[in-house]
């Protein structure tokens, strides 16, 4: 027997065990976040339609614009430039910019009447002027701002330019800042989604759910819709009108949500009573049980050739046909899915556009898909399959 204390058996089996449990405990979490990972990365080369990238980096993609020849993502990582034809980055064209490589969790972006790029982000907004050389400005809440993070941005008819945030939403007009809150009208100060219509509505969506929903101002006047009206939710993630006046709007929150078209009190267009009063009402709504890939609408996109891009948070994007001139929609939803298998960078499609030589991007979170021309022609039957 030596001096030295011996350590009891069973006390010794279970600290060994304990330290099975903890090595297996890792290498599990390490393989399910490893494929978790390579999942989410979503179609290599091999697996795409002709026609198709996926460009990374960027990775997180929140917005998208065309600006002096180039298309700039927004996202997490803050601002990066493309090449419209290759899908590579510019580097240089973000470090001509004064200050904007700093820039990070970049949520819109704009390009106004007068060729200037806004970038909304986390600190502010910043105005980059371009070809006037000029140096960016950068919006703050010393400014007037009502909040710091920027969530989405509209320049309307008028020429102001309107910055969703937490606190309200501002309208920036020849560098004066106003803001616009619920003690002046809105549903709720929290701003996610600013959008004008064709007959001057400005329309304010929030996605402060239970509370949230819309808020339409049309001269002067407010109207307000939410579930009680028959939207399928009230956090709403994005709105557009397509090419018949009918206006679209994304909603949702985790699982539950979809999408709802909404028509002015005339029909089609909305005639006088659209223009007189906002006197909008939910025509149709779908959700997954009815069409829609998954629960929350989260983007939405109408195509030059006039099909309908629905993307959502989980499962891909829903393109439809051309809606017809007249008439409603089907009850259920019938077009083609695209997602991570089929050559989507990944499920949550966050932002779309189509560029000056009419290819689409999609901007995802984890990178972006770049669709040519022609391969949308052939989705649309009007090229060679």
């Known amino acids: 027997m030596t001096g030295e204390p011996q350590e009891n058996t069973p006390r010794k089996s279970r600290r060994i065990q304990r330290w099975w449990l903890i090595v297996s405990v890792v290498v599990v979490f390490s393989a399910v976040s490893l494929a978790g990972y390579a999942a989410s990365r979503g179609s290599g080369p091999e697996d795409l339609p002709e026609g198709w990238q996926i460009i990374r980096p960027p990775r ?21 430039a493309l090449d419209p034809a290759t899908g590579e980055p510019v580097p240089e064209a973000v470090a001509s910019l004064e200050g904007a490589a700093s820039l990070r969790y970049v949520s819109s972006l704009l390009v106004d009447r007068e060729g200037r790029l806004w970038v909304g982000h986390e600190a502010g907004l910043t105005v ?39 606190h309200g939403a501002a309208a920036i007009h020849e560098g004066r800042v106003t803001v616009l809150d619920s003690a002046g009208g809105l549903l709720v ?38 579930v009680d009206d028959g939207l399928p939710h009230n956090n709403i993630n994005a709105l557009i ?34 223009e007189g009063g906002g006197g ?35 499962d891909g994007v829903l393109r439809l046909d051309a809606p017809p001139a007249s008439g409603g ?12 298998t089929n050559g989507l960078a990944h499920n949550e499609v966050k932002a779309m556009l189509q560029d000056t030589e009419g290819n689409l991007w ?7 898909t770049r669709i040519a021309r022609e391969a949308l022609a052939r989705l649309a039957g009007n090229g060679d399959n």
Not at 329 to 337: A, D, I, K, N
Request: hydrophobic share 40%.
């Open 241 to 274: 009108e397509d090419n018949n006046g009918a206006v679209w709007v994304a909603t949702g929150f985790y699982d539950r949500g979809g999408v709802a078209r909404l028509l002015g009190a005339g029909g089609e267009g909305g005639g006088e009573a659209r």
């Open 280 to 314: 909008w009402v939910v025509a149709g709504t779908w959700d997954r049980s009815t069409g829609m890939p998954g629960a929350k609408g989260r983007s939405l996109f109408q195509a030059r050739d006039g099909s309908l891009w629905l993307g959502t948070e989980y």
């Open 189 to 226: 100060d929290e701003v996610n989604v600013v959008f004008q219509d064709s007959s001057g509505g400005l329309w304010f969506g929030s996605a402060a759910a239970p509370r949230g929903g819309l808020s339409l101002l049309v001269g002067g006047e407010w109207r307000y819709m939410t």
């Open 362 to 368: 999609l901007a995802t979170h984890d990178g972006v």
């Open 128 to 166: 980059c002027e371009g070809a006037t050389g000029a140096p960016p400005r950068t919006y703050t809440e010393a400014d007037g701002l009502p909040h710091p993070w920027v969530r989405c941005l509209l320049e309307e008819s008028g020429g102001r330019v309107w910055a969703g945030t937490f």
């Open 329 to 340: 929609y089907p009850t259920e939803l019938q077009g083609r899915v695209f997602n991570d």
């Open 60 to 80: 997180e993609v929140s917005a998208l614009a065309e600006w002096a020849g180039l298309i700039w993502a927004g996202g997490s990582d803050g601002l990066l």
